[in-house]
Every structure is written in structure tokens, then in C-alpha cells.
């Protein structure tokens, strides 16, 4: 999780600074296809960059998996055949948790995206940006990965990282109202 989101970061920054350090800003926002239509092509880069590195991290994640335990074979037996999910009650298939795991984890990189999208709006240079995504998103991300709860509470990193298939929806409930805000400003 880690590794996507300073992917992200290094991806998604320079996006909107760009502008700001050509120049390029007053004029791009006094065209009709400026306002508008570039913004909308932004997000589109922003979509498409986030799905990329999810996928090259977590299929790299998967085929390692695959390896090490043998083939995914069983999608369709129910969850609680797992040890860890032994005692409970959802009524889900191990295909079902897989997907829900991994959808969640795109949603929360989306939102990280946005977040970073955002802040580099407020920035003039790439390299502001960049440092401004590391503090903001990597920072925490990285005192939540050696244990710090105050890390856990600030970073993106628990809901990307976490194994769980439904986890406390507090952190999540956060994020995604942090990534629809940014996305909205």
C-alpha cells in the first residue's frame, strides 16, 4: 500500500503544478475548452494513472501469492472455509471478499489521488507538490507502517493495507469524504 501510494504521488503531482510553473494557468482558464473540458481530461489521466499502478502493484501481489500457495481454485467456496475467517457469520464466497478487499483498496486509492490531485493545485512548482504529497499522504502512511496510531489515524495506508473484508468504516467513512471534497474543490 505504501508503495502504491508514493507511486501515486510521483504520478498524480505534477498534474495541476505544471501549469502554475509554465505559466500556463490564467491562460488555459480564459479558454472555453479550459475550464471545463481540461479539467474533465485531468480526471480522466488521474483515473487511469491511479487503476495502472494499482494494477502493477496488486497483481504483482497476487501472482506471488499464486506462487507461494499454488493456484486461486476455490472462488466460489464460502468464506468462513478460511481459518482466519473461521468464526464468521458472512454469507460471502472467497471470490466475493477478494473482490470487495480489492475494490476497496482501488476507492482508497482513488480518494488518495484526489487528495493529491488537490494539493497540487495549490502548488507553483512540481517539486512543491511533490514534497507537499510525501508529507501529507506518505509521512503518515509511513509512521502508520512502523505502528504509530497517530499515523493510523492520519494516513491513507490502513484501509489500502488492512485484510480485513469489513473493517471499522470510521478511517474509510474519512477518506472517501476527503477524496469527494478534493475532487469537488
Not at 16 to 21: A, K, T
Not at 52 to 73: N, Q
Request: net charge neutral.
Amino acid at each position: 500500500g505504501l508503495i502504491d501510494l508514493l507511486f501515486i504521488i510521483l504520478l498524480i503531482a505534477p498534474i495541476m503544478s505544471q501549469e502554475h510553473q509554465a505559466n500556463m494557468h490564467t491562460l488555459l482558464h480564459s479558454t472555453l475548452a479550459g475550464r471545463a473540458k481540461l479539467w474533465r481530461r485531468k480526471q480522466l489521466l488521474l483515473l487511469l494513472c491511479t487503476i495502472l499502478s494499482f494494477v502493477m502493484v496488486y497483481s504483482t501481489e497476487l501472482m506471488k501469492t499464486a506462487w507461494l500457495y499454488g493456484d486461486f481454485s476455490c472462488f466460489s467456496a464460502p468464506v468462513s472455509s478460511l481459518d482466519i475467517f473461521a468464526f464468521s457469520e458472512l454469507n460471502m464466497t472467497v471470490g466475493g471478499a477478494m473482490a470487495t478487499l480489492y475494490g476497496r483498496r482501488l476507492l482508497v486509492l482513488l480518494c488518495s489521488a484526489e487528495v493529491c490531485f488537490f494539493l497540487s493545485e495549490l502548488c507553483r512548482k512540481n517539486t512543491n507538490a511533490i514534497l507537499l504529497g510525501c508529507g501529507l499522504l506518505i509521512f503518515p502512511a509511513a509512521l502508520a507502517a512502523i505502528g504509530s496510531g497517530v499515523g493510523e489515524i492520519l494516513s491513507f495506508l490502513m484501509p489500502v493495507a488492512q485484510a480485513d473484508i469489513f473493517p471499522s468504516l470510521f478511517p474509510l467513512a474519512v477518506l472517501m469524504v476527503l477524496g469527494v471534497a478534493s475532487a469537488v474543490f
